[in-house]
């Protein structure tokens, strides 16, 4: 059976990563990324290109320990500048 959805976190320590599900039968491609206020965070989902899909998955191979710096230059580089799909206290796709 085909999976409608899936998101893979590639840190915990700074919340981030990608993931896609379907609508309509369209595979969609998105990135997030959260920012932590105590016990919460605010994520941005944004939809993303397969193209950044696959790089993403190439960049980022594994979950990583990653630091404030390493989730800016993610969200600079997959998230700002892209259509956002759902924002919120603790909402992922």
Do not use: C
Not at 43 to 49: G, P, S
Not at 50 to 63: C, G, L, T, V
């Amino acid at each position: 059976m085909e999976q409608k959805r899936k998101f893979i976190l590639i840190s915990n320590q700074v919340r981030f990563g990608y993931g896609f599900y379907y609508e309509d039968d369209k595979i969609i491609y998105f990135a997030f990324h959260g920012v932590p206020s105590r016990n919460d965070d605010f994520f941005t989902n944004v939809e993303i290109t397969e193209e950044e899909f696959d790089k993403i998955s190439r960049e980022y191979p594994k979950q990583i320990d990653a630091n404030r710096k390493e989730a800016k230059i993610f969200r600079d580089k997959y998230v700002e500048g892209h259509r956002v799909i759902l924002e919120g206290w603790t909402r992922l796709l």
